[in-house]
């Protein structure tokens, strides 16, 4: 299975797992969403697409913010804020892991579905 994602793919939440969508929001059950800052959703995408592997910032700002900002300052807010919208612990972590001196993993499970993809609590 490929799981990979784009930002036209939704990810489900339910009581057990999350949804993001491909406008920017996280479902956190029937009647509450968080919206995400566009670049703070495409660094959990990009996070996703790549969670084989640990990502560094310097990666995330070339990649997520294309080197308009040479701060790193900005990813570690942007990856605060997606842990946030999460729930995610960052001392016992379910999505996204710093890796020290390498940078932020993305460890939380999910199932490619036809129309979304599913993140899964453990």
């Known amino acids: 299975m490929d799981n990979s994602i784009n930002s036209e793919i939704s990810i489900k939440f339910q ?3 999350l949804f993001f969508t491909n406008e920017d929001y996280i479902q956190l059950n029937e009647q ?9 959703s495409q660094t959990l ?7 084989e592997r ?3 910032t310097d990666e995330l700002l070339n990649k997520v913010w294309g080197c308009r900002y040479k ?3 900005v990813v570690n807010r942007s990856i605060c804020l997606v842990r946030k919208a999460l729930l995610d612990n ?3 972590p379910t999505f996204i892991k710093t890796i020290p ?22």
């Open 45 to 51: 995408l990009y996070l996703i697409n790549n969670s």
């Open 54 to 56: 640990p990502i560094s």
């Open 90 to 92: 960052t001392s016992e």
């Open 101 to 122: 001196k390498r940078g932020y993993r993305f460890i939380g499970k999910f199932i490619n579905k036809d129309d979304h993809i599913e993140l899964l609590r453990n």
């Open 71 to 73: 701060s790193q300052k």
């Open 32 to 40: 509450d969403s968080i919206k995400l800052e566009p670049l703070v």
């Open 15 to 17: 009581r057990k797992s």
